[in-house]
């Protein structure tokens, strides 16, 4: 029925029990998990972060944004209270995480040890969507910040930059057919590879015994 009778940790594969506990924490499937204190102390500050961009707006003479903001904020803010989520919500992720403005954001590099090593593949490539990307979403946040879409902080809801990537990364290979001038200088050691071009034929190796050599000849 409704009742929970045991909590159980089972083997997948044999079905063996392995231990029983007495409870058990079950997270929804969302990027931003917090307790119910730090919800309200993230909602205080939202709070407080709208009242000022409102009042900074009204300086300018922004009615129509400042009029959106306000809407689209406290309408954020009571589903947050009522249901614990809205929609955006990572827009808010400075909040919720506790972060000081303008600080980086988690990424799944902070979760890895500190001794792994990174490949990065096509680097002539992806080095430069790696710096694009800050810059990208940064130009398209502040947009929306400016016409009253978002509160200012939702810019620390962004990617790395360049920097903070590169101070997260202690060992890394980069493979590139046509690598970049930053590849080399940032590079111990190069390991080359060469590849014969498709449809030529490879060489005929004619293998012979050293004993009579002489003779042959």
């Not at 058990?24 to 917090?34: E, M």
């Not at 992806?126 to 502040?142: A, C, F, N, V």
Request: aromatic content about 8%; glycine content about 6%; charged content about 30%.
């Amino acid at each position: 029925g409704d009742d929970i009778d045991r909590i159980v940790e089972i083997d997948p594969l044999t079905g063996e029990l392995l231990t029983e506990l007495d409870s058990v924490d079950i997270y929804p499937a969302k990027h931003f998990v917090t307790s119910h204190d730090k919800l309200m102390l993230a909602i205080e500050n939202i709070q407080k972060e709208l009242e000022e961009r409102l009042s900074e707006l009204k300086r300018q003479e922004k009615v129509l944004e400042a009029a959106r903001l306000e809407a689209r904020t406290n309408y954020d803010i009571e589903m947050l209270r009522e249901a614990g989520y809205c929609t955006g919500v990572e827009n808010y992720s400075r909040h919720l995480s506790g972060r000081a403005p303008g600080s980086p954001p988690w990424t799944l590099l902070d979760y890895f040890p500190d001794d792994f090593m990174l490949f990065i593949d096509e680097s002539h490539m992806t080095l430069p969507q790696i710096r694009g990307m800050y810059h990208g979403d940064r130009s398209r946040k502040e947009t929306l910040v400016e016409y009253g879409f978002r509160l200012p902080s939702a810019l620390d809801n962004r990617p790395l930059n360049f920097t903070e990537f590169g101070q997260r990364i202690k060992q890394v290979v980069y493979t590139s057919a046509t690598p970049a001038d930053y590849e080399y200088e940032h590079s111990q050691q190069v390991a080359e590879q060469l590849v014969r071009p498709t449809g030529l034929l490879e060489p005929t190796v004619e293998v012979k015994p050293t004993m009579g050599q002489i003779d042959a000849s």
